[in-house]
């Protein structure tokens, strides 16, 4: 909710810099954040993951829980912060740059949210998470689909307990690759104007710290 202020308050700022014969366009981009940020927060909210059986034979999902190296919340607060306030201080009228960012964010999240709900994948530490009241030592469940279960663990919030139903895809790679390839095209503009490599040096290392963040996801169990 609070990145949702954030971004709705950065997109009231602009809309009172615009000019006023574009208020009527602004006034329906807005109606349309508005739209898209309303979906987005009813279906995680709102809506459960698809429940996804299991097999207890299946090592994959078993791996240990390990806290996530770099918090979901803290890269959409960066990608909110960052290249709106880049935009902000280097170009006059802003206002479509930001725009544009702005909404491919929003979609980009929304179509997240709904395949991730829609296909419900189990994480590689689902039964660190989840500890579901299943006995994997009975013979009756050796080889056995299971769908039937319900989480046990009372340790972790039901925020975390949910996201054990959520692998598919990376909330962490598509956020973080869409700010940094927004932010190398963005820097693809200066390049004429300058004869040197320090442009193409920093949208190098912008496009490393973009996959950082799904790296570490891989290497703490949270993805596959």
Not at 3 to 24: G, K, R
Not at 77 to 96: C, D, K, T
Not at 98 to 116: C, E, W
Request: charged share 10%; aromatic share 20%.
């Amino acid at each position: 909710m609070l990145i949702f202020c954030i971004n709705f308050s950065l997109y009231i700022f602009i809309y009172q810099q615009s000019v006023i014969e574009q208020d009527m366009k602004v006034l329906i981009d807005t109606l349309c954040f508005i739209f898209l940020y309303t979906c987005l927060l009813a279906g995680f909210y709102y809506f459960e993951p698809t429940k996804r059986g299991f097999w207890c034979n299946d090592y994959s999902i078993k791996y240990p829980y390990h806290p996530m190296m770099v918090s979901f919340k803290y890269i959409l607060f960066l990608a909110l912060v960052g290249p709106n306030s880049l935009m902000l201080l280097i170009h006059l009228r802003p206002y479509r740059l930001i725009k544009n960012y702005n909404y491919g964010l929003v979609v980009n999240i929304t179509m997240l949210v709904f395949v991730k709900f829609l296909i419900g994948r189990l994480r590689p530490n689902f039964w660190s998470l989840c500890k579901p009241d299943i006995d994997c030592s009975h013979p009756s469940f050796q080889d056995q689909f299971i769908v039937n279960y319900n989480c046990t663990n009372s340790e972790l919030s039901s925020y975390i307990i949910k996201e054990a139903r959520l692998s598919f895809y990376s909330g962490h790679s598509s956020i973080s690759i869409y700010v940094a390839t927004f932010i190398i095209f963005w820097l693809s503009s200066f390049v004429k104007k300058s004869n040197t490599l320090l442009i193409p040096l920093i949208q190098y290392i912008i496009f490393l710290i973009g996959i950082f963040p799904g790296l570490t996801q891989i290497v703490n169990y949270w993805h596959h």
